[in-house]
């Protein structure tokens, strides 16, 4: 089992950066953050594997950083120039093995509760 939990999420203003935090209990070979904006499914917002590799969909590509650190067991998120279209619950999620379709859902089996982001305008 891995249990993993999210934090670092708030309201804030569009133009502000927020670094989001998903501790985790062991580490696993590939973690990944979704989000969910509202009244949508969860979409994949980047991953990374224990080799720091990393995959991002290319729309938040520059302004949404993922990193990892397997000592304090600890990946973060940073979100930077954030837009209202921000606005989500952000999810961490992991799975032991590498994932192809890092950015779908049903590829991973642990998952934190969110941490929800507000960006007013």
């Known amino acids: 089992q891995v249990q993993l939990a999210e934090s670092g999420g708030g309201s804030v203003r569009a133009g502000d950066s927020v670094t989001l935090l998903c501790k985790y209990s062991?580490?696993?070979?590939?973690m990944a953050w979704f989000r969910q904006l509202p009244g949508k499914e969860r979409e994949g917002i980047a991953s990374?594997?224990?080799?720091?590799?990393?995959q991002n969909i290319r729309s938040l590509e520059g302004r949404f950083t993922i990193s990892r650190d397997d000592v304090k067991n600890i990946m973060t998120l940073q979100l930077r120039g954030l837009r209202p279209e921000d606005t989500a619950l952000y999810y961490c999620?992991?799975?032991?093995?590498?994932?192809?379709?890092?950015?779908?859902?049903?590829?991973?089996?642990?998952w934190g509760q969110g941490t929800q982001v507000t960006v007013s305008s």
């Open positions: 999620a992991a799975d032991r093995n590498w994932r192809a379709f890092w950015y779908e859902e049903i590829e991973y089996k642990y």
């Open positions: 062991r580490s696993v070979y590939q």
């Open positions: 990374i594997d224990t080799d720091k590799i990393v």
